[in-house]
T-cell receptor, first 113, second 113 residues
């Protein structure tokens, strides 16, 4: 069964610190992997998208990595800010002729002053 | 460029009733996907429409249905509402579905009492 698992479920860090969120998937055949940020009560917003051949993608203070061999991805947040408090969702696209999105349950990040 | 809009933003219905939610995609986008988000299950894919045709479908009962109009606007209908249908319903639009970038709307918060 295609699955996307994220860890930790929740995380609390102090402003200015770095953190890393994990995403492991069993989706096959793989098309691409996305990281989304979702503020409470809002729709998700895309941070990065990576295909099979890409192993690093940055978007400001957000850096995503992908290891397609081990089927693992991470999202690293540098110098966290209060506005980084949100849920971060990993989404993997399955390619079976028609595409499907498989979502992780997310990591809820809280940044404290 | 206007984003994805969803109406209504909030809705309260009674068990057994039916509900219709609306989604207007970004201009030029032909794909609209619908998702259900609950605290316990995270984001779950309902279905995707492309050029008025349902292209992909998730694992939801037949009470959940949708359609897309020639202007790409989409509606989702839930009949015979159950308490468990209480959720945030999100729609996302893109040029062509996965692997294209998806842009999410703010969601419709449905509460079933």
């Amino acid at each position: 069964k295609n699955q996307v698992e994220q860890s930790p479920q929740s995380l609390i860090i102090l402003e200015g610190k770095n953190c890393t969120l994990q995403c492991n998937y069993t989706v096959s055949p793989f098309s691409n992997l996305r990281w989304y940020k979702q503020d409470t009560g809002r729709g998700p917003v895309s941070l990065t998208i990576m295909t099979f051949s890409e192993n690093t993608k940055s978007n400001g203070r957000y850096t995503a990595t992908l290891d397609a061999d081990t089927k693992q991805s991470s999202l690293h947040i540098t110098a966290s800010q209060l506005s980084d408090s949100a849920s971060y969702i990993c989404v993997v696209s399955e390619d079976r002729g028609t595409y499907k999105y498989i979502f992780g349950t997310g990591t809820r990040l809280k940044v404290l002053a | 460029k206007a984003g994805v809009t969803q109406t209504p933003r909030y809705l309260i219905k009674t068990r057994g009733q039916q509900v219709t939610l609306s989604c207007s995609p970004i201009s030029g986008h032909r794909s609209v996907s619908w998702y259900q988000q609950t605290p316990g299950q995270g984001l779950q894919f309902l279905f995707e429409y492309f050029s008025e045709t349902q292209r992909n479908k998730g694992n939801f009962p037949g009470r959940f249905s949708g359609r897309q109009f020639s202007n790409s606007r989409s509606e989702m209908n839930v009949s015979t509402l159950e308490l468990g249908d209480s959720a945030l319903y999100l729609c996302a639009s893109s040029f062509g579905g996965a692997p294209y970038e998806q842009y999410f709307g703010p969601g419709t918060r449905l509460t079933v009492t």
